[in-house]
């Protein structure tokens, strides 16, 4: 079935309803900013968002560093900018993008649930591990790993902002085991000025062990710290990822190459 991802190009406008910048992105973020401070070799002072979104975790964190988020959808970049109009943001492809500069620290938050085999997971992976200084820290966050995956799990969410109402059906099924995917389908049911619209989405995510996330980072000269996360019932487990070894990476096509999920579940408080 068809990726057709309108979460992140017609229906963005959906966004800012899931997840409350000033309290779920900005306990996440506490953490984000306590795991860079204790695992990068030098003061943090500049970090890369890859996968920013609408810049919900750009906003938490532009308040302790300069701040530049990349993301692959232009819809999603507008809401970005709009919220954070001080920062800078790219259009790019998380699996090949080249800035010809490097930071201290590089959050990869939810986005990489987005890369759907080896190959892709691994480019994303380099590309960040590039764009880091040496010493320099990625944190990142496994959402959905085989261990933790629910065949048919389905879950709903309302939100509710003024006189707009959206209720949040999502499945995840994963058709075939074998392979490093699974399929998350999405019904909203949007109700605004008393009239009910029914749209649907659908995304195809990676799905890896927690060992192959493990064995891939260290594979790519990254030294992994683990630690637990809890957000309301939901428990995940932090990577700070530490470049300890200089390996310069290709930046070529092909070197650098190339969920619900957490956002989901950060829609629960809704007003
Ligand atoms: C669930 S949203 C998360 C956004 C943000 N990290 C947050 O937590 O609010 C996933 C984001 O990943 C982006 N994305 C998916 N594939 C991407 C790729 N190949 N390169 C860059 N961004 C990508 C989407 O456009 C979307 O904005």
Same mark, same amino acid.
């Given at each position: 079935? !068809?990726? $057709?991802?309108?979460? &992140?190009?017609?229906?963005?406008?959906?966004?800012?309803?899931?997840?409350?910048?000033?309290?779920? &992105?900005?306990?996440?973020?506490? *953490?984000?900013? %306590?795991?860079?401070?204790? =695992? %990068?070799? %030098?003061?943090?002072?500049?970090?890369?968002?890859?996968?920013?979104?609408?810049? !919900?975790?750009?906003?938490?964190?532009?308040?302790? &560093?300069?701040?530049?988020?990349?993301?692959?959808?232009?819809?999603?970049?507008?809401?970005?900018?709009?919220?954070?109009?001080?920062?800078?943001?790219?259009?790019?492809?998380?699996?090949?993008?080249?800035?010809?500069?490097?930071?201290? %620290?590089?959050?990869?938050?939810?986005?990489?649930? @987005?890369?759907?085999?080896?190959?892709?997971?691994?480019?994303?992976?380099?590309?960040?591990?590039? =764009?880091? !200084?040496?010493? +320099?820290?990625?944190?990142?966050?496994?959402?959905?790993?085989?261990?933790?995956?629910?065949?048919n799990r389905t879950q709903t969410t309302t939100a509710r902002r003024d006189d707009l109402e959206v209720v949040f059906i999502e499945n995840i099924f994963d058709p075939d085991p074998g392979d490093e995917s699974?399929?998350?389908? #999405? #019904? @909203?049911?949007?109700?605004? =000025? +008393?009239?009910?619209?029914?749209?649907?989405? =659908?995304? $195809?995510?990676?799905?890896?062990?927690?060992? /192959?996330?493990?064995?891939?980072?260290?594979?790519?000269?990254?030294?992994?710290?683990?630690?637990? @996360?809890?957000? +309301?019932?939901?428990?995940?487990?932090?990577?700070?990822?530490? !470049? /300890?070894?200089?390996?310069?990476?290709?930046?070529?096509?092909?070197?650098?190459? *190339?969920?619900?999920?957490?956002?989901?579940?950060? /829609?629960?408080?809704?007003?």
């Amino acid at each position: 079935m !068809k990726d $057709t991802r309108r979460l &992140y190009t017609d229906l963005a406008w959906l966004w800012p309803l899931w997840g409350e910048v000033d309290v779920d &992105y900005a306990h996440y973020c506490d *953490r984000v900013r %306590a795991l860079m401070d204790q =695992h %990068a070799s %030098a003061p943090v002072k500049t970090v890369l968002d890859i996968g920013c979104g609408g810049g !919900k975790n750009v906003h938490n964190l532009e308040r302790a &560093y300069k701040v530049t988020g990349l993301d692959i959808s232009a819809a999603m970049l507008a809401q970005a900018r709009t919220l954070n109009p001080e920062c800078e943001f790219i259009e790019a492809d998380m699996r090949d993008f080249s800035l010809n500069r490097n930071f201290d %620290a590089v959050l990869m938050d939810d986005a990489i649930s @987005y890369m759907s085999s080896l190959a892709d997971f691994e480019a994303a992976f380099r590309c960040a591990y590039a =764009h880091l !200084k040496p010493g +320099g820290v990625l944190i990142t966050t496994p959402d959905v790993t085989i261990e933790s995956f629910e065949q048919n799990r389905t879950q709903t969410t309302t939100a509710r902002r003024d006189d707009l109402e959206v209720v949040f059906i999502e499945n995840i099924f994963d058709p075939d085991p074998g392979d490093e995917s699974f399929e998350t389908t #999405v #019904v @909203y049911l949007i109700r605004q =000025h +008393g009239q009910l619209s029914i749209e649907t989405d =659908h995304w $195809t995510m990676g799905l890896f062990s927690m060992d /192959t996330w493990r064995s891939v980072l260290t594979r790519i000269g990254f030294t992994v710290f683990e630690t637990p @996360y809890a957000l +309301g019932e939901d428990a995940y487990t932090v990577l700070a990822c530490v !470049k /300890t070894r200089f390996r310069p990476v290709s930046l070529h096509r092909g070197g650098c190459r *190339r969920a619900v999920s957490r956002f989901v579940r950060r /829609t629960m408080d809704s007003r």
